[in-house]
């Protein structure tokens, strides 16, 4: 057999007579060939003079027909052409494809069609078939016998330094790769070495009484008998036939066969379906699934029973990379539509992933079937939670554009922007000394901006939001159930984890594992508690410093909106506020990012210090530290401005100060236009960074790694393999997907948590969310190594999650419509203070008077003049509040109107709160988390997998029971699974 790379076809003179070569190739020695071409177009050259055409030595002639045996396939003598022996077919195009014969390789090598004028040289016919060759090598996924598939690649690097621990990696994986072959029973293909010449890869396969056996260990659920049951529902189905742009192609994505499916057994193998076809039965992802179990159980240390594993090889550097391979190249030159997809990758990418695509739906069972049950979920909820955000956006748009169409008929605008009315009041100044008067229609853009989103529309999507909530949460609970049935999710069984290399590393104690009754590392509890002790006081100094930052922003606001007034610029005066809250969460949104990459890297320090014996109590632990960093990090300003700003800023004559500067104020609009614009900032910026970094980087980085490779097999020939293609792509991410979850649940709090400040925040998510599906499909399937197929049976510790932020937004939204936005001191003000029903008068009702002789020192305006009044002199000055004026009987003090209004807040809070709460339950109740159909399915798979082990059961019993050749009956002797009560079967439950 053909050595990888060791001997290729040297150039051969353009003067030749141009032929066809029938190689026979035979390996004799170590990388040394016998070529021993045949021709049949040359008349009645002999052996010496082929030598000298062909740049051969050792031709040797072969009968053309006569006595010495059949003409080799190629062309015939000029002016006598003759059809191919043995073959009816008039194209001679044999195929280019290595098979094995008595320990040989035969190429045929075929061009031209019977009758065809030969029009090229030797050289280029011999160039392009080692061309096509070479790419043919290059995309294999199978050893170099061409039928042994690949289901996993080893990786290691040879150093070229002689020290103890380089003999320790080869000892390790001498004894790793020996147990592969005797203990496991698979397929090695001895290493190849990359064009690095430091590269080494270890393929393996896993024959088929390998899978089958594992197969059985890892109860495997397969096709049993095709699903049989009616779906209810003939409108929808006649509905469902309908053409529609949004649904994939079937002649290119089939839907997936819908079967009944049982726990795999090798004593019942032949009834399940398609085990004819021994190689598609598993699929790469199961395949690749059992061989990673088989190497995660296999021994590196014959003296220790309890080493073993490839992650801790992976961990110590004896291997540096282990994965499947992808299923060839995802771009082609041809096109889909007349050659079809080459593999599954390539599908994947033209249907899936590639940006023309955005508006399918996903080919859900597709990406399982390569990627896995883990993978596939997540953009199984991926795409129904963006299905789910499509009628909130609508909502919100709506009660956007209601919004922008009433605000001009609006009162309260037409007041704050009337120059000769309430809008010519004189306000008191926004700071200390530096600041001067200014007149109320200053914040007449304000006011517009504000009343956009908080008009009488504002309960109605925020009610709808927390519904919405609930029935995505308890929809998608059932999708989930349908998911698991259809994938065969349903109480599949983790296995004991092995310890991660890290914990028995540095684990100072021993024990005696209770499930394998083998010695393991360990750690006792009051060895731990304190490790425990210092990543809490951590996690409480991080947060500590994300609000150190938000505090610096806000002394940041207040500190600009003082210098821009001292400026004196009218028109920056006008648009402070504006300047300095844009400013402010860009700022903010920067500390952000830069906090979050710190704070992983701790958090991981964090966790690790905490030694958590698997990696599955590491990653909660780790998800844990992460999202309620994260929630404090992204959220603390937001919270800052909805609930904190404003409400302790004092009045004229007694404000509040920080670090001697006065505590800022929301502008006499209210907070909401800055919340607004603080929400969209933070949530739009964070969601480009990441489209970006996830896309941008891993493509730089992948170009590096791949450029020697790519200028080697440009100049030098160098074949570069599909192992060394998907080896120079980016692994994937150490925590898997805890990054893509975390980007979407904190996206799910932006979208519920504030939706009262910002309608339109459903409308930016759903944009993102159709964004963010194509860039991530792509970099699964284009820019990372192909990952493990990993099951799972749902979206795991984020649901609860999800569920928390849902009923949190319940109460942010509750408290945002009562205390930040205006509604409730509208409603006050019409049912109890207006003169005709309606908003005509709220402004001046909602501004308290101020005696400018009463600012306490140090608070005056250095400047107490002001052009505009007729003396040029202020002597009252008004301000947003509801205090008694300086001639009332207490100057200053609340009024009757400010109890009213915080009363009717409070009775709005535990209202709200409680409407939404019980219809919340109420949808919980009604909506019942497995649908009928799931159920009804069920039952009929469980009938018929006891049915199929019982015809199993009877038929070894009839044919134990059958005469004998002597005429005796032979009795059944009994089996430790043979009887039906012995033998175990799960189904889809």
């Known amino acids: 057999m053909a050595s990888r790379g060791s001997n290729r076809v040297g150039a051969v003179d353009s003067s030749c007579t141009p032929a066809i070569i029938n190689q026979s190739v035979a390996q004799s020695g170590a990388g040394d060939f016998d070529w021993q071409p045949s021709y049949q177009a040359f008349g009645d050259l002999n052996d010496a003079d082929m030598s000298a055409v062909t740049g051969f030595d050792n031709v040797q002639m072969h009968n053309l027909g006569g006595d010495g045996g059949p003409a080799p396939i190629g062309l015939e003598a000029y002016g006598q052409p003759q059809p191919p022996p043995n073959s009816g077919s008039q194209n001679l195009y044999p195929s280019i494809n290595d098979t094995e014969n008595n320990g040989a390789t035969t190429v045929p090598i075929g061009l031209e069609s019977q009758n065809e004028e030969v029009k090229v040289g030797l050289t280029d016919e011999i160039t392009l078939d080692v061309q096509k060759e070479q790419l ?80 059985e260990v890892m109860k495997l659920k397969m096709p049993i008998k095709e699903n049989d049951i009616d779906e209810d529902g003939a409108s929808l189905n006649c509905c469902d036939k309908l053409p529609s ?18 726990v795999f057994k090798k004593n019942m193998q032949n009834e399940f379906i398609g085990i004819e076809n021994r190689d598609e039965f598993f699929n790469p992802a199961e395949r690749s699934r059992m061989v990673y179990e088989l190497l995660e159980r296999c021994r590196y240390d014959s003296e220790r029973e309890n080493k073993f594993g490839l992650d801790i090889l992976l961990s110590k550097g004896t291997y540096t990379a282990a994965f499947p ?77 209601y919004g922008c169409v009433s605000m001009s008929d609006n009162p309260v605008q037409q007041e704050t922007c009337d120059q000769e009315g309430t809008g010519n009041s004189t306000m008191c100044p926004l700071c200390n000394e530096r600041c001067g008067y200014w007149v109320l229609y200053d914040s007449c853009i304000y006011t517009q901006v504000s009343l956009v989103f908080d008009n009488w529309a504002t309960p109605i ?62 750690i006792h509890g009051y060895k731990k508690y304190p490790r425990i002790l210092v990543a809490v006081t951590g996690i409480l100094f991080m947060i500590a410093l994300v609000l150190g930052c938000v505090f610096g922003v806000i002394i940041y606001r207040i500190a600009v909106s003082a210098a821009i007034a001292a400026t004196g610029n009218d028109f920056a005066s006008s648009y402070s506020s504006l300047i300095t809250t844009c400013t402010a969460s860009v700022i903010n949104l920067t500390l952000i990012l830069i906090l979050n990459r710190i704070y992983e890297k701790v958090a991981v320090w964090l966790t690790d210090l905490e030694m958590h014996r698997t990696e599955t109590v590491w990653e909660d632990s780790f998800t844990f530290k992460m999202y309620l960093f994260s929630f404090v990090n992204y959220y603390s300003s937001i919270f800052y401005i909805a609930f904190f700003k404003g409400s302790f800023g004092g009045h004229p004559g007694d404000y509040q100060t920080i670090f001697g500067l006065r505590v800022e104020e929301c502008d ?33 980085l992948n170009w590096w790694s791949s450029r020697d490779a790519k200028k080697r097999q440009k100049q030098l020939g160098d074949e570069y393999t599909r192992w060394e293609q998907d080896y120079d792509l980016r692994p994937p991410d150490r925590h898997g997907l805890f990054s893509e979850y975390l980007e979407m649940v904190l996206q799910f709090g932006f979208v519920t948590l504030f939706v009262a400040a910002f309608s339109l925040a459903p409308l930016f998510a759903l944009v993102n969310n159709i964004i963010e599906i194509r860039l991530d499909a792509y970099k699964f399937t284009s820019q990372m190594r192909r990952p493990l197929a990993v099951r799972a049976q749902d979206i795991g510790i984020w649901y609860g999650i999800l569920d928390g932020v849902g009923k949190l937004a319940v109460v942010t939204n509750a408290f945002v419509i009562a205390f930040t936005s205006e509604f409730i001191p509208r409603l006050v003000y019409i049912y109890n203070y207006s003169e005709n ?49 300086p001639w009332g009987v207490n100057p200053y003090d609340p009024t009757l109107q400010f109890w009213h209004v915080v009363a009717a807040k409070l009775a709005f809070v535990i209202v709200f709160e409680h409407v939404v709460f019980f219809l919340k339950w109420l949808i919980d109740y009604l909506v019942p988390d497995v649908p009928q159909k799931v159920k009804d ?19 070894q019993v009839q044919q134990q029971q059958r005469p004998s050749a002597r005429g005796g009956i032979q009795v059944a002797q009994p089996e430790k699974h043979g009887a039906l009560g012995n033998v175990t079967y799960e189904a889809s439950m």
């Open 837 to 885: 029903g309606g908003l005509e008068g709220y402004v001046n009702n909602s501004l308290s008077f101020f005696n400018t002789s009463d600012f306490a020192e140090g608070t005056a305006p250095n400047d107490k003049t002001y052009p505009q009044t007729e003396t040029g002199v202020v002597d009252i000055c008004r301000y947003k509040d509801y205090r008694q004026p």
């Open 461 to 522: 999507i925020t009610i709808f939001m927390a519904v919405w909530a609930t029935l995505f949460l308890e929809f998608w609970k059932r999708k989930q159930f349908e998911i698991q049935y259809d994938w065969d999710l349903f109480g599949f069984e983790d296995h004991e984890e092995n310890c991660r290399p890290e914990f028995e590393a540095s684990a100072p104690d021993t024990r005696v594992n209770p499930v394998t009754k083998l010695e393991e590392k360990w």
């Open 668 to 700: 006499p609009g209210g907070c909401l236009p800055e919340l607004c614009l603080q929400l969209g900032i933070i949530m739009v910026g964070k969601q480009a960074y990441n489209n970006v970094l996830e896309i941008i980087l891993p493509m730089l």
């Open 937 to 955: 399915q069920i039952k009929r798979e469980n009938y018929l997998a006891r049915e199929a082990l019982y015809q199993v059961s009877l038929e």
């Open 245 to 262: 742009p949004f649904t994939l192609n079937e002649e290119l994505i089939p839907p997936e066969a819908d079967n009944f499916t049982c």
């Open 325 to 401: 391979l992808h299923d060839g190249k995802y771009t082609s030159e041809h096109s889909m539509l007349t050659h079809g997809a080459e593999n599954d990758r390539r599908l994947l990418y033209e249907e899936w992933a590639r940006p023309g695509r955005w508006y399918k739906y996903q080919p859900l069972d597709l990406i399982r079937r390569y990627f896995g049950e883990k993978i596939g979920i997540y953009f199984a909820w991926l795409g129904y939670y963006t299905g789910a955000l499509i009628p909130a956006a609508i909502i919100g748009l709506i009660c956007f554009i």
């Open 136 to 215: 043919k090598k290059e995309q294999t996924l199978f050893f170099r016998d061409g039928k042994r598939r690949i289901d996993y690649v080893l990786v290691y690097e040879v150093s070229k330094k002689a020290d103890e621990d380089e003999d320790e990696h080869k000892r390790r994986r001498k004894e790793f790769e020996k147990n592969l072959k005797e203990r496991h029973k698979l397929d090695l293909e001895p290493e190849d070495e990359s064009g690095d010449g430091k590269t080494c890869f270890v393929k393996i396969h896993a024959p088929w009484d390998t899978l089958t056996t594992q197969a």
